[in-house]
């Protein structure tokens, strides 16, 4: 697997979670690694991201 931006890995439960630098979030199966779903958000840039139960929450850039 290449990266060509900076990234935020997370397990929990189900799913690896890894988001971007360009706020795209993608949702892995952890014994594969294959991509299940692929979540845009903050379309500035993602900051961070967290996981609760079936919550996911992220932090992302904003332009003025």
């Known amino acids: 697997m290449q ?3 900076p ?4 397990k929990k ?3 690896i979670c890894c988001g971007s630098e ?3 979030i ?3 199966d952890p014994r594969t690694l294959n991509i299940q779903h692929t ?5 500035s840039g993602l900051y961070d ?3 609760f139960g079936n919550l996911l929450v992220t932090c992302g850039y904003f332009e003025r």
């Open 39 to 43: 979540l845009s958000t903050n379309l």
């Open 26 to 28: 993608q949702l892995r």
């Open 3 to 5: 990266v060509d931006q």
């Open 7 to 10: 990234i935020i890995i997370m």
């Open 22 to 24: 360009i706020g795209e």
């Open 13 to 15: 439960a189900r799913y």
């Open 49 to 51: 991201l967290d996981v």
